[in-house]
């Protein structure tokens, strides 16, 4: 059973800072490219990596995500395909853990428990299923216990007091909150606003606090890091991925945006 999570958590508390959590769509623009950016994050200041398992009807994610779901699932992404990136990153990079975001749908045509056991097989650390509400979440519960794999709890700013102790209790790892309502990339978040809330869900949990959706510049990420346990940069990267010329630059420019997030924080 991995611990990296906890361990990651536990030396960036003792180092007294948040940690960055870099998002990236498997397979954009393809698996070949999207190997060299999972390689060179690390180095770049990641100290967690999410990545995307594209799914055709995403429900949170807004048009700059889509469309690297898009361009993935063209270039032929597959969940065997993720978990082989996984497995190659591996090799190199045995410490950073490794976090999947998707939807229920496709890992039920695959098999959940078949699913938890590839995953966990592939050094993938945690989970995050978007569409999978704590009411029917035992569909893939026993499984992912029996792995090892934390299910990482997506919590809205709209969730009341009432649905808080719920959410929080079926998380692992850590907690994702989401900075704003509404789909990723289309709001920019208020840090003033996030303190108070994140401040407030602590009452709930004694998990680390991760803060996503509507973070887009290094400053905004080092305000959010100020009270917050890490800061998930997602959409903005991905826009950098698709607007950076010659797929042998990609990597590049990705990881200079990571380093000067990371510098940052």
Do not use: W
Request: overall charge positive; hydrophobic content about 45%; charged content about 25%.
């Amino acid at each position: 059973m991995s611990e990296r999570i906890e361990k990651t958590f536990a030396r960036l508390r003792a180092e007294k800072r948040a940690a960055l959590i870099p998002f990236i769509m498997g397979y954009d623009p393809d698996a070949k490219t999207s190997a060299a950016i999972l390689d060179a994050l690390p180095k770049a200041g990641a100290d967690l990596i999410e990545i995307g398992m594209p799914f055709s009807d995403p429900m949170a994610d807004g048009p700059v995500i889509q469309a690297a779901g898009k361009r993935a699932l063209k270039a032929g992404a597959t969940i065997s395909g993720i978990l082989e990136l996984v497995r190659n990153f591996r090799k190199k990079h045995a410490e950073v853990p490794i976090i999947l975001m998707g939807y229920f749908n496709p890992l039920y045509r695959y098999g959940n428990e078949k699913f938890c056991t590839d995953a966990a097989n592939a050094g993938v650390d945690g989970i995050i299923l978007v569409d999978l509400p704590p009411e029917e979440e035992q569909e893939i519960r026993p499984y992912l216990k029996a792995s090892g794999l934390k299910l990482i709890r997506l919590i809205a700013p709209t969730s009341g007091d009432k649905r808080l102790p719920l959410l929080a209790k079926s998380a692992s790892g850590f907690i994702y909150y989401i900075s704003v309502a509404g789909i990723t990339g289309a709001k920019t978040a208020d840090p003033t606003g996030l303190k108070l809330k994140v401040d407030h869900l602590r009452i709930f949990t004694k998990l680390p606090i991760a803060v996503g959706f509507g973070i887009k510049t290094a400053q905004q990420a080092k305000q959010v890091a100020a009270f917050s346990d890490a800061v998930v940069v997602g959409s903005v990267l991905v826009a950098v991925i698709a607007k950076t010329k010659g797929k042998n630059n990609i990597a590049k420019a990705a990881a200079k945006f990571v380093s000067q997030l990371a510098k940052g924080l």
